[in-house]
């Protein structure tokens, strides 16, 4: 198993979906104990591949600083995104 789905099996299994949106440090730290790996380096590059396959939903708070909350099914919030873009539409007749 490479390292990529050992973190998500990890993660599905405590439910870190749970947690909320937190800092990177926080999965820093949790990937480095799950892998083992205290190479920062390497603790960043599995998480950016995670962020980009859908893994992590990005929040930017008020200061400019990011916040990530776990999602254990990509393609479910894809779809969710997809169906929030679309919106409703308002009609207004005068």
Do not use: C, W
């Amino acid at each position: 198993m490479d390292a990529m789905n050992s973190v998500i099996g990890y993660m599905k299994h405590k439910n870190a979906e749970n947690r909320g949106f937190l800092k990177y440090g926080y999965y820093k730290r949790l990937i480095s104990y799950i892998l083992d790996l205290h190479l920062d380096y390497y603790t960043r590059k599995i998480f950016l591949k995670m962020v980009r396959k859908g893994y992590f939903i990005k929040h930017e708070t008020e200061q400019k600083t990011f916040r990530y909350r776990f999602n254990p099914n990509p393609t479910e919030e894809i779809k969710e995104e997809e169906n929030n873009k679309l919106g409703s539409i308002t009609l207004d007749f005068d």
